[in-house]
């Protein structure tokens, strides 16, 4: 059977769909034990319907000892007893069915925590059946005899990404944290037992997955030092037989159901994408490129990023994609801080319009989009004051290399943190002004500090003001819904070199839509193609032939 095609394009449920990601630990909770749960997401189905939302995204619900927040998983086939149980997840599956909306879930599979079986197996001896499914080298020894880790890849989360294992002398690799040893992909076995549990989630009814950091695949077995000139990112995610792998997944599992897939793919190039997204080597739907995101980074620091910036990169992305590669558009999520501080305005006067130009730019760009919990509420960063409120395993490994070492001093990292931290994205959802903002029981305690501004931002007022940032998502969606020109409409930058208006053109056919967006707080003039059209939505009232601060508008020409 052939995929029907629309302007050259295939057509896919997946490329019309918006994405809603939900931190489950963050979300609701049911049980007032502090920490969300299945249940609780079950009991907040109808706010997502209303919203719009196609499909949801669960990050890792799996048994995990949550050295990294699930990240880490136990057991493929468990639910996080902190979450609940599997008939909670049949529960939640089922609603999410019966409102019509889709389910994927996080696929963790380039490493494991070391409390899986296969771990524990594995370590036990060099002949252990298990020994080959992670990646054990013996040290190198220096000239002067001292004795290193097997090369000079560092974790993610600070320190070598070798760890010397006591019981048999070797190494083994976790390009995260210790207790997240990497898996072997070039043993076949290893790839059956991923392959399988995806059937397992499959055959339940989920409708794909979120694949974490899936490039970090495949490794070069020789383990070569990152030479000074070279990138650490880019070479894990480069690996020799990344393609093959994705490409024997697909035809092995994938291929066989109604699904779809999106792979993190950070150290992969925008140039880079295609070969692992190009329909035609069936291997992903679509990847994250961390190019927009990360604009405002500068390794772990943060930079001041500009609009000229953002711009040239939606553009790169649209002219390396072209028609048989698909795209995905988000700006936030577990690991970043929250969408209006990092790319809007989060003072009290613009907070809320920043945010709606955000939401426009997000659901008219081509491409899926991915939005984070929350952000339909304008939930800002929490003011973290000392590194033991933090609770990310990233930022304290950090701390305890870097400053308690004192390569880098306590003032400078808490400022820097206070900007980048991934605990900004997961202090819990703001739902009411009652304690705890409803996100637990008022005698509970929440695993991570609530942002005391749930007193005025929060659902529940979101959804009585008809101007929340909430209505204006929910406009936004029912109108992506019923234009496919968002969709799959070509895409033109009307303005690439203005520092702080972003207008485009998304045109199918005989449709063509202008948007408008201003990043600033100034007044600028608009093209007068911009005042023949007719306004499909606007962020304000007050339209006149020029946009003023943080405007949106929509125009049908
Ligand atoms: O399962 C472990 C984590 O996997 C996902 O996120 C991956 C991490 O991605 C980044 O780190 C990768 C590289 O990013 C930059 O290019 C740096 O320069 C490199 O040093 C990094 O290796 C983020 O910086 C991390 O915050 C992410 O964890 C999941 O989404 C995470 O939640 C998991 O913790």
Known sequence: MHDELIYGQT?????ESVVYQIYPRSFQDSNGDGIGDLPGITSRLDYLRDLGVDVIWLSPHYDSPNADNGYDIRDYRKVMREFGTMQDFDALLAGIKQRGMRLIVDLVANHT???????????????????????????????????????????????????????????????????QPDLNWDNPAVREEIYSTMRFWLDKGVDGFRMDVIPFISKDATFPDVLPNESQVHINANGPH?????????????????????????????????????????????????????????GRNWRQWKLTELKAIYARQ????????????????????RLVNAFGDDSDAYRVASAKVLATMLLTLKGTAYLYQGDELGMTNYRFR???EYDDIEAKNAWKFDVLTGKETAEHYLDNLARVSRDHARTPMQWDDSPHAG????????????????????????????????????????????????VYGDYEDLAPEHPSLFLYARTLGEERFLVALNFSRETFALPDEFSKGQIVL????????????????????
Request: charged share 25%.
């Open 538 to 557: 606007a962020n304000t009232a007050s339209i006149s032939s020029e946009l003023g601060a943080w405007e949106s508008r929509i125009v049908l020409a």
């Open 113 to 179: 925590s070391d409390e899986h079986v296969w771990f524990i197996e594995s370590r036990k001896s060099r002949d252990n059946p298990y020994r080959d499914y992670y990646l054990w080298r013996p040290g190198k020894i220096a000239a002067n005899g001292a004795e290193l880790p097997p090369n000079n890849f560092g974790s993610a989360f600070s320190g070598s990404a070798w760890t010397k294992d006591k019981g048999t002398g070797e190494y083994y690799l976790h390009l995260f944290a210790e207790k």
């Open 318 to 337: 649209y002219e390396a994609l072209g028609v048989h590669s698909w795209n995905t558009i988000f700006l936030a999520n577990h690991d970043n801080p």
């Open 439 to 486: 996100f637990t029981s008022p005698d509970a305690k929440p695993w991570l500090a609530v942002n005391p501004n749930y007193t005025t931002i929060n659902a529940a007022d979101a959804r009585r003001d008809q101007d929340s940032i909430y209505h204006y998502m929910q406009q936004l969606l029912r109108l992506r819904k019923q234009t496919l020109a968002f």
């Open 11 to 15: 057509k896919h449920w997946w490329k």
């Open 386 to 388: 000392s590194i033991e």
């Open 242 to 298: 990344l393609q093959e792998y994705l490409q024997e997944m697909n035809r092995e599992v994938l291929s066989k159901y109604d699904c779809m897939t999106v792979g993190e793919a950070h150290g992969i190039t925008i140039e880079e994408t295609p070969t692992l997204v190009d329909e035609r080597r069936h291997e992903l739907n679509m990847i994250f490129n961390f190019d927009a995101v990360r604009l405002n980074r500068d």
